[in-house]
């Protein structure tokens, strides 16, 4: 017995070995460029579309009279894409389990790319009726399929090739295509909207300003040059050593939505809420803060900045995110990925219960008279604590599951959690705000992030795990 426990022991030290020497091999500028690209590019099209959502589609998809029930309408479009997510990490999660993470990153990549190229494409409410919606929501909800499986193989991609006591801050490169691609989607309409002197407190109603006949339309159309980019990348890219050991070794799961619920729910279920705040956090902070801080005052619905104005504010602000990302991977790296989340999300219940204090109209004043360094602070700490969330989460959740089914646990943990913490969060927190004011929004954000506490409380930790664990072996 003690001959059979020392060669297990040979066998995983030379495993390990082999692993390490295989991903030695390929540069680590290709894994980062792979990684990094891929998910810019799939922000990217998410954020141009949650920007027009505030601005163009309430007025050129959607009838109606009241501007809260045409913006709330638009939401409701938003919101679809979060219901395609867990669909998508299904379904790109089994081919990432059973056939590999390249293959599954470029169908990935595609479907999204396609779907936003599309939507650049499509006519209006005024041109073909009811139709325009639909295929709006139908579009929609393929770009949510394809983030879907974008995010769990882009993590396992940098992830799985990371050096012992390196993941996290490995793993954090695919998180900074966030911030990147809200900057490129948010400074291309920023350009834009300048360049045609589009401004949504006189001309978001007015369906014949240039910005709204076409000018809306660019961002989703140059979709299709970044797809050609990204397309190029990942296929130059090589297969994880992981992945490819756990093929080697005859441990490819059959079915990985099957065995992941089967041998993974709980993981599944924890992860799921481990992941909740940083989505609330997230889509308060980019696509209801936009249509807070554009609303009418006169209404109770905002602050009545000019859309312009507010686009310069996030674009400043999302550069704390883009910082803070890396420091997260550091610090998880440094004392545990638990423990770094969980006072991530101390700092984020203080933060929602400073909304009323800080963002109500009355403190930070409306239109000509708001007091912007106040807002870029309040945003930017907002945006800081993000980065502190979302940057060790690639690491966290793809190591709350075994090597075979992986893709798919992790995938299904980031997209459902899409549906609880940021498919309804716009939507909610327009409603909250006109009810109860801002203090309500920031009560709901206070609220996810002791939900996302408790469950880092039951949780363990996962900094040391081996990657090359499978089902069998767990």
Same mark, same amino acid.
């Given at each position: &017995? ?45 954020? /141009? ?9 309430? *007025? ?107 993941? *996290?801050?490995?793993? &954090? ?90 041998? *993974? ?199 040391? /795990? ?9």
């Amino acid at each position: &017995m003690p001959v059979t426990e020392t060669s297990a022991a040979t066998g995983s030290s030379a495993a390990a070995e082999d692993l390490t020497t295989a991903a030695e091999r390929v540069p680590r500028h290709r894994i980062i460029t792979a990684s990094l690209v891929g998910t810019t590019i799939e922000f990217y099209d998410f954020y /141009v579309y949650a920007t027009a959502a505030v601005a163009v589609f309430p *007025a050129l998809f959607f009838t109606g009279q009241d501007d809260t029930t045409k913006l709330l309408a638009s939401m409701a479009t938003f919101a679809a894409a979060f219901f395609g997510r867990p669909i998508g990490s299904v379904v790109f999660g089994h081919f990432g389990d059973r056939i590999g993470r390249k293959a599954t990153l470029v169908g990935a990549l595609l479907t999204m790319g396609l779907a936003t190229f599309l939507i650049g494409l499509l006519p209006t409410y005024h041109q073909i009726s009811f139709w325009a919606p639909a295929i709006l929501t139908i579009l929609r909800f393929a770009q949510g399929m394809g983030l879907g499986g974008e995010w769990s193989g882009a993590a396992l991609l940098a992830s799985e090739y990371a050096k012992p006591g390196k993941r *996290a801050q490995a793993a &954090m490169w695919p998180q900074l295509g966030a911030p990147l691609g809200f900057i490129l989607a948010n400074g291309f309409i920023l350009l834009l909207t300048t360049w045609m002197n589009f401004d949504s407190s006189t001309d978001a109603g007015a369906t014949d300003a240039t910005f709204m006949v076409w000018g809306w339309r660019v961002p989703f159309l140059f979709s299709i040059a970044m797809v050609a980019i990204g397309l190029y990348v990942r296929l130059k890219l090589e297969e994880t050593p992981v992945f490819k050991q756990s093929m080697r070794q005859g441990e490819k799961a059959k079915a990985p939505v099957v065995d992941a619920f089967k041998t *993974a729910w709980k993981p599944m279920i924890l992860g799921t809420f481990i992941m909740l705040s940083c989505y609330v956090l997230f889509y308060l902070m980019t696509a209801w803060i936009l249509s807070y801080g554009i609303g009418n005052p006169a209404k109770g619905a905002g602050l009545g900045i000019p859309y312009h104005t507010f686009l310069k504010v996030q674009l400043l602000a999302v550069l704390f995110f883009a910082a803070f990302v890396p420091v997260s991977g550091w610090l998880a790296d440094k004392i545990g990925r638990r423990r770094q989340q969980i006072a991530t999300n101390i700092l984020l219940v203080a933060f929602g219960l400073s909304f009323g204090i800080f963002m109500a109209p009355s403190t930070l004043g409306t239109g000509e008279n708001a007091n912007i360094p106040g807002l870029v602070l309040f945003i930017s700490i907002g945006m800081a604590i993000m980065g502190l969330s979302f940057g060790s989460m690639s690491a966290y959740l793809p190591e709350l599951f075994p090597t075979n089914v992986r893709y798919t646990g992790s995938g299904i943990s980031y997209n459902v959690a899409s549906i609880l913490g940021a498919a309804i969060t716009p939507y909610v927190a327009v409603w909250l705000n006109a009810q109860g004011g801002v203090s309500a929004v920031g009560w709901y954000l206070a609220g996810a992030a002791v939900i996302t506490l408790i469950a880092l409380f039951i949780s363990h930790e996962t900094r040391d /795990v081996d990657l090359t664990e499978v089902g069998s072996r767990r």
